[in-house]
């Protein structure tokens, strides 16, 4: 049987830390290996890969010393953080999803995890669904899970019609799809590989590129309506800023709000009342760095200049912490000082952001 489905019959703040800390597998020394982590994950192979793939970790204490290109691999994946945004989506999933299994006549209940571009919103989305993957093979076993897949990560393309839209989820466990089928036999087809294969959590990610005003958009809401009343899932999404886009306005928006619970993904605030939200992110990813002349403590004490260039949003920082990472590792130094982030250009928005300050112009005593 192939292992596909598709082709089978059947906002509290808290401090962050490391996803996970158990030992991950040995990174791959060859360029030229494939890393599970880089397949696509909007299919089903890419997704299981992922979910079963052993999470980046730190060398646990008195570990041998990796290699030089083992650490290049670590620091190149990383580590995934714990933020609030993941234990908020985790335990709303898990509530939501045990709310609606006997929920057989309406949709049921669903989830909106919006924030600005770089918050961490596609990682939350993703922790969780390697979370409900694992969790649901740990409860029925490999063999009784064997061609199912609990969950479907869907990504909306940019202009996309419902037909299109409806290919996507197609596509994710492979289900067969012909020029000649209209969008009413591929959403038919779709709800019938879904519910074989027992999907239990869909996750449909950059939902913001669907503008009910607009015909094609329009269609394509609908058609996500249609399908949440099909497939016995819990629906979550993902966008930027959602709430100010068209999706939450009019009478279609009025029903995907009244059905959905919103988890806003925003940037870390440099404080938080007595607490420092971003300067204990930065901790936890300081903590996993695996450099030998690395001094603790040295990015911490950065965190209002970190801070300054990120605008507070995790995927900007992970960027900038990594790159420097592997910039230390490939220079000799080992280390990260304020000249190694210095040095790094980081994404658009980021730079676009950040102003450095002006140093004064010291005074000239002897100007008359």
Known sequence: MNA?????????RRSPRAADRSPSAAASTADDTPDPQQRSVTTWDGFQAFATTPVAAPPPPGAPRRSLEERLAYHSRFVTVRTPAIDALAKNVRTLMVL????????????IVTGPAGAGKTTALLQVGRACHLAHTRRHGPAATAGQAPVAYVLVPPAASAKTLAIEFARYLGTPVTAGMSQAQITGAVCHTYTAARVQLV??????????RTTTGAQSAD?????TERIGATFVYAGIDVTTTPLFTGVRGAQLAGRASLIDCAAFPA???DEEPFRDLITAMESALDLRHHQPGTLPRLAPYLHERTAGRIGSLARLIRQAAITALLDGTERITKTTLAAIRLDHLAEQHYQPRARPRSRNTNTP
């Open 271 to 273: 404080r938080l009342g």
């Open 4 to 12: 596909s489905p598709g082709t089978s019959d059947a906002s509290a």
């Open 203 to 212: 996750m449909i990610d950059e939902i913001h590129r669907l503008n009910p």
């Open 100 to 111: 609606g299994r006997h929920q057989a006549v309406t949709a049921r209940p669903s989830l």
């Open 223 to 227: 058609l996500i309506k249609d399908l």
